[in-house]
């Protein structure tokens, strides 16, 4: 989504954005359901970039109107490529007035997310085996079944090189996109998304740690240094089955870690670029020949277990 920070850009600037969220969203959907067999939270995954009017200030909702039309105050931002989505007719600037039947959420006072939220949520919440029956402002599709992981892929608007996920989203920073090529974007989408499927989040917080300046300190250093350790190990595997080189991270790692890590004043929850790239391609090895594309590794089996 268009995220709020930015929204007081008009003209090239929203269809820029749109451009970006497109891109980061076809890498994450792409990553998604190639690792559907590795995720046991899983929800449709259409290939739909979903906006709302009123997420835009009310200063900025005609701009906002004559780029992306607004039909209806819940709309299709943009639509990935190739996608379930796509196949059924479902385009940019489609008004969306219900999800099999039931109507989207109302719009909520501007500025504000909770609108595309709830319109995400339930979407999330349809059988992810199952057929889409979507009513558009002009007419109604059906979008063939299309399981994912459960995740929802936004951009971080600004200057800092940011990722992270939270369980349930997986946020990048837009100048990642901007300054590198979308399998090393990939790189980092799929380090983040192996986050949600390991369940961190959760179990982070089931073991009581403390976030910001103490999380790099004593137990919550080791705690949040084991899930970085083991996202790039699984994001070995989120690639391969995506059909990215693995390979390709450890160079991204090598070639433009320190412009992202910080050199000597990283954070001590990430292992350093060298460290990481040597352990992406020592997990890259360990792909069994002839794995396919369903290559599962045993890392996957320790999701439920508590972090100690």
């Known amino acids: 989504m268009i995220a709020l920070l930015l929204l007081a850009l008009q003209g090239p600037d929203l269809e ?3 451009a970006a969220d497109l891109r980061l969203a076809t890498i994450g959907h792409r990553l998604a359901i190639a690792n559907v067999a590795l995720c046991d939270r899983r929800a449709p995954a259409p290939g739909l970039v979903i906006h709302t009017l009123d997420q ?14 607004f039909t209806a105050p819940v709309s299709v ?6 996608s379930t989505a796509a196949a059924a007719g479902a385009r940019a600037d ?5 999800i ?12 504000t997310s909770a609108t595309r939220e709830a319109t995400l949520k339930a979407l999330a919440a349809r059988p992810a085996d199952q057929p889409l029956a979507l009513t558009l402002s002009d007419r109604s599709v059906t979008v ?3 399981p994912g992981c459960r995740t929802d892929f936004e951009l971080i608007l600004g200057p800092k090189m940011t990722a992270e996920a939270d369980g349930t989203t997986v946020r ?24 949600n499927v390991l369940h961190h989040r959760d179990r982070l917080e089931a073991a009581g740690v403390k976030w910001g300046v103490l999380s790099e300190f004593g137990r ?15 994001s070995v595997a989120l690639l391969h089955n995506a059909g990215y080189d693995p390979r390709a991270a450890a160079r991204f790692w090598r070639e433009h870690g320190g412009d992202i890590d910080g050199g000597l004043f990283r954070s001590r929850t990430h292992a350093s670029s060298k460290d990481r790239a040597a352990a992406i391609d020592a997990e890259a090895a360990r792909i069994p020949a002839g794995a396919g594309r369903t290559w599962t590794p045993p890392l996957l089996a320790t999701r439920d277990q508590p972090l100690d």
Do not use: M, W
């Open 100 to 111: 099999d039947g039931t109507p989207v959420p109302k719009p909520a006072k501007p500025p």
């Open 56 to 69: 835009y200030p009310t200063g900025e909702q005609p701009a906002a109107r004559a780029i992306f039309r």
């Open 172 to 195: 990048i920073g837009v100048r990642f996109l901007e300054r590198y090529s979308d399998t090393e974007v990939a790189a980092v989408v799929a380090h983040e998304l192996s986050h």
């Open 16 to 18: 820029t954005l749109r």
């Open 220 to 234: 919550n250093g080791r705690l949040f240094r084991r899930t970085e350790d083991e996202a790039d190990q699984l």
């Open 77 to 82: 931002e943009a639509v990935v490529p190739g």
């Open 94 to 98: 489609d008004g969306l007035l219900a």
């Open 144 to 146: 063939a079944a299309s």
